[in-house]
Nanobody, 119 residues
Framework: VQLQASGGGLVQAGGSLRLSCAAS????????LGWFRQAPGKEREFVAA????????RVRDSVEGRFTISRDKAENTVYLRMNNLKPEDTAVYYC?????????????WGQGTQVTVSS
């Protein structure tokens, strides 16, 4: 499985961004997809996950109501819509895939995309 993330950038607090991740590979249609992030000096943390069907999704508490994860099955692409961004959302965001929706230890990782939120 190969994952190609894009869509990061610099935005002011309160702004929005949409991250995209194009997934490819023979078995990718059966995998859960999601996003992790890592801020400077901090450990990598879970952000959001969505099942292969798109029927179930979840996000971490600190982004609930601001971030939405979605999936285009036909295009094998997962999106992370981020609204009302805060400086503490600044991090490198990674697209991940695994056959376990819990994404406890994702098997596949894409390259990161930088999100910087200025105050």
């Amino acid at each position: 499985v190969q994952l190609q993330a894009s869509g990061g950038g610099l935005v002011q607090a309160g702004g929005s961004l949409r991250l995209s991740c194009a997934a490819s590979g023979r078995t990718v249609r059966t995998y859960a997809l999601g996003w992790f992030r890592q801020a400077p000096g901090k450990e990598r943390e879970f952000v959001a996950a969505i099942t292969w069907s798109g029927g179930s999704s979840r996000v971490r508490d600190s982004v609930e109501g601001r971030f939405t994860i979605s999936r285009d099955k036909a295009e094998n692409t997962v999106y992370l819509r981020m609204n009302n961004l805060k400086p503490e959302d600044t991090a490198v965001y990674y697209c991940v895939a695994d056959n376990d929706y819990r994404l406890l230890r994702p098997r596949f990782w894409g390259q990161g995309t930088q999100v910087t939120v200025s105050s």
